[in-house]
């Protein structure tokens, strides 16, 4: 049927038979040719000095080609050899000092991926020992600092007033200040308080991240495994004092990423090695060495909630810590976004947040799924979960009384618009039978329900744009620069631009990214493109239907109001014409094609300086909510999954069947954050950073019934009023599991993962 493939059809995504099935060509499946393989020598201290590296015994080796130092990239590319979104501050080999354990501090480029790795062994490095800064405590002591001063990159201009700033590993703090949240809470009847952590755990997605790099007639060229192409673009050119139109980024489908390929990654010394040399350069990450590009966030949260007498809730105040490891990345960007919903989605009179990203001697972290709201939902869903059950009340019921409704206007200062956040707590709840009576289990056997509640904000200001070349025989051709990392954008794009045009979606060819064919992106992220490039292909699609409409007026004599676009072509009374027999005549050619293009810019209203509030902070919310049913092992402390529901507001869901799958993959990600994943480190050493060790849900973790629930709150700006949903169902996992726990058994657990032994520990502590 032709509408399954137009707006609100179950249309399968269209690669997913060779996404299955291995038939989809990565960027690592990609040949080098007569190019060099590149291995990295990593750093064995966590802060130290670089005396020295010695690198004759790796040169001497057979099939080395070259041994490349930071020192040597810094003496030909000097202080551009720094990079990062907010801060310029990461080398792409250190040159001065090693920040963290595994840092890189020379490239081997070799004939064979083997003799590369084998001479990076074989490279040696002298150190002079500095004082490590180990974690958020340390930092913010401030007896050793990781940088010497705050380097802004020119990529956030708002940062630009830190430049220069010194003694300190603080490189950014939001505060958010509504009413007199202290005085609001000596003044109320109850107060509940909390430390939480949230630990760093890594992405792990299947496909491992790697660039390809070559130099062509003075072009630097470069395949890469990257959500953000575009950026990717603009810092090479940075990188090596190159005209926009000199450098080229092209992407594949990327086999999963979830934040762990964006910004800078391997693109900058790829970029660097090849143009520097002069040789094409395949640089892969090994599975081991992924632990150590990028992870997210650990953070730490101390925070209170308080209600008056009668219930309401008067105050929440947070302070809230995130470890941004050695390198800054997007931290800066993460703790202001986060830290604005850290007092969730309600109805308080006062809040009080501070939010900082703080330095340590760790591998750097950066966005991950959710974009660091799961880390403060499990702040503030932990908090009202137990105010709740401090006045008598009915957890979901509490909640369910405070929460933001259409048009109020919440702490940080922005107003309410398509954030259903009743609708999708209403449905989790009937679904895991919230009204209905709990068999509590016996013996060893205790079984519980919780809720949580989601709200984060997406990424804005930016930029969309696309173009649309409708082909003469009624296909068409979609250039947009959102990469398919698996999250379908693709199919849902074409079924857009299909709807619009009223074709089948299975004509249109959408074109991978590549920056000298396909128009200027911000990013791939924060579940920004279906809102984003969603609204371009709109446009886009609609400018094409009215140069159509106008191309068959003049055929049939009319004005262009009269003329009817339909599937079978266009139409004036009785008359009609198929799109091709239109455009051919137009062209008197076979193959000509009509060209659109169309821009897609959101905006915000800039925080308030002194109060951190602002009118328009995102172009719109995520609203969603989990409800979990689970029993505990009080002897083992095993958790077993008996059901679990995530509900989103998605606006309008343009493929049901996609947003199904990207509830349910989020949720599923989500149990692994509150039951399983941590990156542990000791002294600066991450002693997990392998699959044999890092441990992740199986198949056997999984509920044992999943129940994704599609609320649909329509927006008005957006593409048939949809918004995005990748991070949605993620945010209020690890509450909603910890407060099922401590219905079963009577214990909060504040500290993720939420383990078989710190259940066990807790239930004992308790006794």
Not at 33 to 61: F, K, N, W, Y
Not at 225 to 249: E, G, K, N
Not at 538 to 566: H, N
Request: glycine letters at 10%; one cysteine or more; a negative charge.
């Amino acid at each position: 049927m032709l509408e399954q493939g137009w707006v609100g059809g179950r249309r399968a995504r269209f690669d997913m038979v060779g996404r299955v099935r291995g038939l989809v060509s990565h960027v690592g499946d990609q040949p080098v040719g007569a190019g060099a393989h590149v291995a990295l020598h990593r750093g064995t201290r966590p802060h130290a000095l670089i005396s020295a590296v010695h690198v004759e015994d790796a040169l001497a080796m057979p099939g080395v080609y070259a041994v490349v130092t930071g020192a040597d990239l810094h003496k030909q590319l000097g202080d551009r050899l720094l990079t990062g979104p907010a801060f310029a501050d990461q080398p792409g080999l250190a040159y001065d000092k090693v920040r963290y354990v595994g840092e890189p501090v020379a490239a081997v480029l070799a004939a064979d991926l083997a003799a590369a790795r084998a001479a990076a062994d074989a490279v040696w490095v002298e150190y002079e020992e500095l004082t490590p800064v180990y974690d958020l405590a340390d930092a913010l002591e401030g007896t050793a600092y990781v940088h010497d001063e705050l380097r802004p990159s020119s990529v956030f201009g708002d940062l630009g007033h830190l430049r220069g700033v010194r003694d300190t590993n603080v490189n950014y703090e939001y505060n958010l200040r509504h009413g007199d949240a202290a005085a609001a809470r000596a003044a109320g009847a109850h107060t509940v308080t909390g430390e939480f952590w949230a630990p760093p755990t890594h992405h792990v997605p299947i496909e491992l991240p790697c660039t390809i790099a070559w130099v062509d007639a003075g072009r630097l060229e470069m395949l890469s495994t990257t959500q953000t192409p575009s950026y990717v673009r603009q810092t090479i050119a940075d990188l090596l004092d190159l005209p926009l139109s000199r450098v080229r980024v092209t992407t594949r489908p990327l086999g999963g990423s979830f934040g762990a390929k964006m910004y800078d990654r391997l693109e900058p010394l790829a970029a660097a090695l090849a143009w520097t040399t002069g040789r094409k350069v395949r640089l892969v990450a090994s599975r081991e060495e992924s632990f150590l590009l990028t992870t997210r966030h650990g953070v730490g949260v101390t925070s209170s909630m308080t209600a008056d007498a009668e219930g309401d809730l008067v105050s929440a105040i947070a302070d809230v810590r995130y470890d941004t490891g050695a390198y800054a990345d997007v931290g800066p960007r993460i703790a202001a976004k986060s830290g604005m919903v850290a007092p969730g989605p309600y109805r308080i009179a006062n809040a009080t947040v501070r939010s900082r990203c703080v330095y340590t001697n760790k591998p750097s972290a950066g966005p991950f799924r959710g974009f660091g709201v799961p880390q403060v939902t499990w702040s503030h869903e932990s908090l009202i979960d137990e105010l709740a059950h401090s006045l008598g009340e009915d957890p979901y019921a509490f909640r369910r009384k405070h929460l933001l409704r259409e048009g109020d206007e919440a702490p940080m200062g922005t107003r309410m618009h398509s954030a259903d956040f009743v609708g999708c707590l209403d449905a989790v709840a009937n679904a895991i039978g919230w009204s209905e009576p709990l068999d509590r289990g016996t013996g060893r056997i205790r079984r519980g329900r919780g809720v949580a509640v989601g709200v984060k904000a997406v990424l804005t200001p930016t930029i969309a744009n696309a173009v649309l070349q409708l082909n003469q025989d009624a296909s068409a051709t979609l250039l947009i620069s959102t990469v398919d990392m698996g999250q379908g954008s693709d199919t849902i794009m074409a079924q857009i631009a299909a709807d619009v045009l009223r074709m089948s979606s299975e004509r249109i060819h959408v074109v991978r990214a590549d920056t000298d064919a396909t128009p200027y992106d911000t990013i791939t992220a924060g579940s920004r493109s279906t809102y984003h490039t969603g609204n371009a292909v709109r446009r886009v699609a609609e400018a094409m239907r009215g140069k159509l409409l106008g191309l068959a007026a003049e055929r049939f004599g009319v004005p262009a109001g009269e003329v009817s676009l339909t599937p079978d072509g266009l139409r004036h009374a009785d008359a009609e014409v198929s799109i091709s027999d239109l455009v051919h005549s137009h062209f008197g050619a076979r193959g000509a094609t009509l060209t659109t293009e169309a821009n897609y810019t959101s905006d915000w209203v800039p925080y308030d300086k002194e109060t951190g509030r602002s009118a328009k902070v995102t172009e719109h919310w995520f609203a969603g909510a989990i409800g979990v049913r689970l029993a505990v092992d009080t002897a083992t402390g095993r958790v077993h999954l008996e059901h679990l529901a995530v509900a989103g507001d998605v606006g309008r869901a343009i493929n049901p069947r996609l947003v199904e799958q990207q509830l349910s993959g989020a949720a599923i990600m989500g149990i692994g954050h509150a039951l399983f994943d941590q990156l542990v480190l000791d002294q600066g050493q991450l002693i997990n950073g392998t699959l044999l060790d890092y441990q992740l849900p199986s198949i056997k973790d999984l509920p044992d019934e999943l129940t994704p629930i599609i609320v649909e709150s329509p927006h008005d700006t957006g593409p048939f009023g949809a918004k995005g949903v990748g991070e949605t169902g993620i945010l209020g996992v690890a509450p909603a599991i910890a407060n099922a726990i401590r219905d079963a058994v009577g214990v909060r657990l504040t500290t993720l993962p939420m383990t078989p032994e710190s259940v066990v520990a807790a239930l004992e502590e308790r006794a």
